[in-house]
Structure formats: C-alpha cells, structure tokens
C-alpha cells in the first residue's frame, strides 16, 4: 500500500480547495488540500484516510477508493491504477458508440496496404477503413453513414453474400460475437435503429439473434469471393487501441490456401 499513499498524498498537494468547491485558502504553509478535507468530502474518517496515506496495513474499499477518485479529480486511467494497486479490476472503458476513429486510428489503416482493414465502435458501426477494404467491398465508400454498421450490411446487402461463401456460417458467427461483446451493454445496443430495424426486415437477423449464440472473437482463415479478383483468403484478426478501447480494428492479412499456395 505504499505506492497508493504515495499517490494519494502527492495528488492530493497538486489539487487546490477552489478546485474542489472549497473557499480559497488563506496562511497555509503547503499548497494542495488537507487531509481532513479530502476526508469530509470524500466521506470518510479522517483517521482512516490518513491511515492509507501512511501506508498502514488496511485494505480499502472499492466503494472508498471511487469516492477518493471523484474527489481527487483522478482521470480514468488514475482511478484505475489505484484500483489495480488495491486489488481490484479496472474499470471497464467507457461506451461511446458516437464517437468516429480519430485521425491516428485513419492513419494506422491506411499504413496497411495489402491488408483490408476497417474500425468498428461497440455497436458496430464502421467507422474508418482503408483503401484495400474499399477493394475488397465498394460499398462501404457509398452506402449511406446511418447504414455503414457490419450487422447491417451482412444481413442486408447482396454483394455482402456473394462475397461470403459461408455467408450462413459468418453471419450467425458475427451475432454470436456481437452479443459476447456487447455483454451488460447489449440492453442499450439492442434498442438501436439497425438492430431494431433488423428485426423487421431480415428474417435471417431475426432467426440469428432468437438463438442468443455467444462466441468469443478468435483470429481465423476466412475466404471470400470476389467479382474481379476471384477467391480470395485472409487471416482475420482483431485488435483494440490502448488510448481507444471502445474501437475495434479488423484486419485481413494475406494468407495461403489450405494447399500452401500464397494468395
């Protein structure tokens, strides 16, 4: 608990009492809060605060450690790391199912030349890709932004389906992927308009998501069949920037085929 006392004491002497709605301070001899002012407003004994900040053996908990968080004005990332220093979890990312890839996440796309590759938010809606996906599948580049979603598309889009040749198989894979990753958000991201719509439309949708499949994402050969450039397989993998976890990026990197030829 050393590290987390240390934390704690040195946020604590960066923070002033205005930022925390406290009046200005007036003869003090050390700048930051007091003690016992982050332990009235975080509400808890000033004995016990003082007591983390000395690295006594205690064990907080994590309903303290949240409370300290929000008084201290700790970012995310600080909140979870004083978490991981008392034993618990990390707090889950944020959903943020508006927001579009930002520039670098483009720019890492567009690095991938021979590699299709594209950014879906947590209710799937494309977001980025690259100029090899765009070779792989025109319609991305065209459809309109309120349809660009991969559940959407795989279940709506007849070229989607000739490109698949196991497009039965796939697509009730990506339900069952959708649903594992959605997990205590799939309330919320089963009342969208895609999904909603969806289920009016597709009767394939409607069969896929009734069965309730979870299936967690393994990397994998897939294959697909192009109009021009004929069959076609790639590894499929999946990845998830450390400053943006609710992105995922999707990539297909050249493979062989099941008789070793390079494709």
């Not at 990197?253 to 008789?259: D, R, S, V």
């Amino acid at each position: 608990m050393n590290e987390l006392g240390t934390f704690l004491r040195a946020r604590r002497g960066r923070l002033g009492p205005t930022q925390v709605g406290l009046p200005p301070a007036t003869g003090r001899r050390k700048p930051g809060l007091r003690r016992e002012e982050v332990a009235t407003l975080a509400g808890i004994s000033v004995t016990w605060y003082t007591w983390l900040e000395q690295g006594r053996d205690i064990q907080p908990s994590r309903q303290v450690l949240d409370a300290l968080a929000r008084t201290l004005r700790l970012s995310s990332a600080e909140h979870s790391y004083i978490l991981g220093l008392a034993g618990y979890t990390a707090l889950p990312p944020a959903a943020d199912t508006a927001a579009d890839a930002p520039a670098h996440v483009q720019r890492l796309l567009d690095v991938l030349v021979s590699s299709p590759a594209y950014a879906v938010a947590p209710d799937w809606r494309i977001t980025a890709w690259n100029a090899a996906y765009e070779d792989l599948y025109p319609n991305v580049a065209t459809v309109p932004a309120a349809e660009r979603n991969l559940l959407w598309l795989v279940f709506t889009d007849p070229y989607v389906r000739d490109l698949l040749p196991d497009w039965e198989t796939t697509s009730r894979r990506f339900l069952a992927e959708f649903r594992a990753e959605a997990g205590p958000r799939l309330t919320d991201l089963a009342q969208s308009p895609v999904i909603t719509r969806l289920l009016q439309i597709s009767p394939d949708f409607r069969d896929g998501w009734g069965a309730h499949r979870i299936e967690g994402f393994t990397s994998r050969l897939r294959t697909f069949r192009h109009p021009r450039a004929g069959v076609l397989h790639f590894e499929h993998h999946r990845l998830a920037p450390a400053d943006q976890p609710n992105l995922h990026l999707v990539i297909y990197t050249p493979a062989t085929e099941p008789g070793g030829r390079t494709v």
